[in-house]
């Protein structure tokens, strides 16, 4: 018997974590999700994507970005260090509290949307394969 290989890079345990986290989601989740669903940010994002041993409420994969909620049972200090390893792993992180993104949808929309454009920007300011704009040894 043949065994097929998942394109994703997690353990059986993590794609069932995962899913059970996503019927889970918040009133915020849900409120926030339809807009970043379907690239409609302008970048793809995914649910409860697994992160360094964390698992990130929305995470933008091609431009390292994270997006987190945060329910009034967060702790700042486990926040950080979760934040430090995932930063560790080249992602960005944004956090947004429960009742910015309840009463400032917007707000939020539009800090997520500036940094999806400066990712972009800076991903197409960087030289193919890493050479100088002259070829490889120019300056």
Known sequence: MQTTKSRFRRTREQTLLSRELKKQASRTERKLWPHLRSEKMGAPFRRQYSVSRYFADYTCVPLKLV??????????ARDSLRDDRIERRGFDVLRFGVQEIDHNLDGVLTTIHSAIQMKLLARQAKPAGGTSPGGPGRT
């Open 67 to 76: 997006v987190e909620v945060d329910g009034p049972m967060h702790d700042a």
